[in-house]
């Protein structure tokens, strides 16, 4: 069952009790104030409206309940696209994991562990340009018992030169056309071409333009 407009969960309360699978979308705050502590109390057993006497509820099953991130892409008001300030560094390295495949499990010691998708195989996310010297580094760092997917603006250097990294761009889709919190573009219009006169106009000299 799918109600995209969840309202107070009525829906979902009764697909539930009666035993289907359901998905419930709301944008409204009531989701957290209302539709969450209802379908608790339908899993606890504690709600006793609707078909509870009919069907014979008495609680039990589970659902999940995901909160959805705020858009990547802004317009500023300039009307370009920039990148949210809300999506910041950690929320772009989760998304990353997911998109390639990793869990996102940060670690507390290395920065370059942000996901794994085994025990010896992680990913690394940056919005930086990595030189040579700190793919190097970072494949040092490593050591060839474990791997380590790169993700990066851009990279100086070979991909094929560390064996135990695979460095990727991060799509250019998002990174050509935005600016990360860039709200100021400073454009210079001191050369701009000048417009042509119309006829009858006077110019700059006061001669008027009959052509």
């Known amino acids: 069952m799918l109600d995209s407009f969840l309202g107070s969960g009525t829906t979902a309360a009764v697909a539930h009790k009666m035993g289907r699978q359901w998905i419930g979308i709301e944008l409204g705050g009531h989701c957290h104030t209302h539709c969450l502590p209802r379908l608790k109390k339908v899993v606890d057993g504690t709600?006793?409206?609707?078909?509870?006497?009919?069907?014979?509820?008495?609680?039990?099953g589970g659902f999940r309940y995901y909160k959805l991130a705020p858009s990547l892409l802004l317009?500023?008001?300039?009307?370009?696209?920039v990148i949210n300030p809300e999506f910041n560094a950690p929320m772009l390295a989760e998304a990353v994991c997911k998109l390639e495949g990793f869990t996102y499990a940060p670690?507390?010691?290395?920065?370059?562990?942000q996901g794994h998708s085994t025990e010896q195989d992680f990913i690394y996310t940056t919005t930086a340009n990595l030189s040579h010297d700190q793919l190097?580094?970072?494949?040092?760092?490593?050591?060839?018992?474990?791997?380590?997917?790169v993700v990066c603006s851009a990279f100086r250097g070979r991909k094929e030169g560390y064996s135990n990294l695979?460095?990727?761009?991060?799509?250019?889709?998002?990174?050509?056309?935005?600016?990360?919190?860039?709200?100021?573009?400073?454009?210079?219009?001191?050369?701009?071409?000048?417009?042509?006169?119309?006829?009858?106009q006077l110019d700059l000299f006061g001669d008027r333009n009959e052509s």
């Open 166 to 200: 695979t460095v990727k761009k991060i799509p250019k889709a998002v990174l050509t056309r935005c600016e990360w919190g860039k709200d100021d573009y400073s454009l210079k219009v001191e050369n701009l071409p000048k417009a042509p006169a119309k006829p009858g």
């Open 47 to 60: 709600d006793p409206g609707g078909i509870t006497e009919a069907v014979g509820w008495k609680g039990g």
């Open 75 to 81: 317009r500023d008001k300039w009307d370009q696209l």
């Open 107 to 113: 670690s507390d010691t290395l920065y370059w562990q």
């Open 136 to 149: 190097q580094q970072l494949s040092d760092e490593v050591g060839l018992d474990r791997s380590l997917l």
